[in-house]
Structure formats: C-alpha cells, structure tokens
T-cell receptor
Framework: GAVVSQHPSRVICKSGTSVKIECRSLDFQATTMFWYRQFPKQSLMLMATSNEGSKATYEQGVEKDKFLINHASLTLSTLTVTSAHPEDSSFYIC??????????FGPGTRLTVL | GEDVEQSLFLSVREGDSSVINCTYTDSSSTYLYWYKQEPGAGLQLLTYIFSNMDMKQDQRLTVLLNKKDKHLSLRIADTQTGDSAIYFCAEKAGANNLFFGTGTRLTVIP
C-alpha cells in the first residue's frame, strides 16, 4: 500500500518551454501533497505544500508564478515549471500524505532544460 | 529553520553492522524518519520512531533516539551490498513539514 507515482520519470525540454509533472497517489487518497526539489548530491528542499481544492503554500524563495501547483483531486497533484531555464534542471520529487500522517514519496522526475 | 545534520559518507564491509547518525535541533519534533534513496530514484520510507520512544527494531533495522541530546541513529545489521544507498533522516515538526538531513552515502564493500 501507499504507492505514489510520478510522470514522466525523465523529461528534456528546450529553454522557454513549460513542463508539467504529475504526482498520483495510487492506492490512497492524499489530503496533502508536497513537492520537493533535489540538486545533485544534496538533500531535498521543500518547494510547496498543497491541499486538495485549495491554493498551494510555497516555501520562502520559491516563485509561485514559475512553479504552478494544482491539486485538483485527492489522488492527483501537478507541478508545472513555466518558461523553464537551464537552472531549473533538477530532480523533482513529490510526496503524499493523509492529513498529518507519514509522507510517501514518488520515484522522482528528472528535468533537464537545454 | 530546523537544522538536521548527518555525516556525508560511511563505508562498511559486507556482513558488518552500519550505524548512521543524525542530529537535529527542534525539540518539538513528533516523529523522526529514516528514508533510503537509491541512485536516480525517489525516497523509500524505511522506518520511523515517535518522539516518546527510545528504540524501535524492525528486522535488520534498529532506530535509537536520544531525545535529550537530539540524536537519532539507524543501525543496519548484517549489511548487504543492496543496502548501498543514500540514507536521509527527517524530522517532522508541526503539522506536516518534514525537514531532511543532508543524507549519508553508505557504501558496502563486498
């Protein structure tokens, strides 16, 4: 149980384009989903927290207009990186939780912006 | 914000025990977690401990918590090559937020 998937697992895009990453909880309903970013050989940095049906809460320093988060249902959250630039290249990981319970992580999406 | 620290590297021989240490600063932590990350993959929850517990054992894994010193450790018994990965400790402070340590890269030498 508690499986979280992400799609795509890898994406390469040109600078200036937008990329959407999906995060799904497959066997449970997640009231809260989280988006993290991980740079090579570094720890995870929380970008934002989203609750179903409401606006995401962004961490300090994360541009909400650049990283659009939509949490339309209890099993799906999406992260859209708008007008991507090479410095946005990173490993993006989502997690899902039921209320304040344990977070279960997706397998991650590696974004490369050329 | 909260500060969670780990040593960056650990090497052990196959069959030996591994001990990965973590220190944290937030005394109001409710849960503390250990996650495993293999190359290019997401995080796998290994185990967690509630802050009012001292120890938790789960098969080859033993978690020790010293709340007074804000020190958490993960012991892996009979370490195998498949245990080679990066291990993150994380503390839960507040309703949902997890704060991760820097990660410890465990290398198991055959």
């Amino acid at each position: 149980g508690a499986v979280v998937s992400q799609h795509p697992s890898r994406v390469i895009c040109k600078s200036g384009t937008s990329v959407k990453i999906e995060c799904r909880s497959l066997d449970f309903q997640a009231t809260t989903m989280f988006w993290y970013r991980q740079f090579p050989k570094q720890s995870l940095m929380l970008m934002a927290t989203s609750n179903e049906g409401s606006k995401a809460t962004y961490e300090q320093g994360v541009e909400k207009d650049k990283f659009l988060i939509n949490h339309a249902s209890l099993t799906l959250s999406t992260l859209t990186v708008t007008s991507a630039h090479p410095e946005d290249s990173s490993f993006y990981i989502c997690s899902a939780a039921i209320a304040s319970d344990t977070q279960y992580f997706g397998p991650g999406t590696r974004l490369t912006v050329l | 914000g909260e500060d969670v620290e780990q040593s960056l590297f650990l090497s052990v021989r196959e069959g030996d025990s591994s001990v990965i240490n973590c220190t944290y600063t937030d005394s109001s932590s409710t849960y503390l977690y250990w996650y495993k990350q293999e190359p290019g993959a997401g995080l796998q929850l290994l185990t967690y401990i509630f802050s009012n517990m001292d120890m938790k054992q789960d098969q080859r894994l033993t978690v020790l918590l010293n709340k007074k010193d804000k020190h958490l450790s993960l012991r892996i018994a009979d370490t195998q090559t498949g245990d080679s990965a990066i291990y993150f400790c994380a503390e839960k402070a507040g309703a949902n937020n997890l704060f991760f340590g820097t990660g410890t890269r465990l290398t198991v030498i055959p």
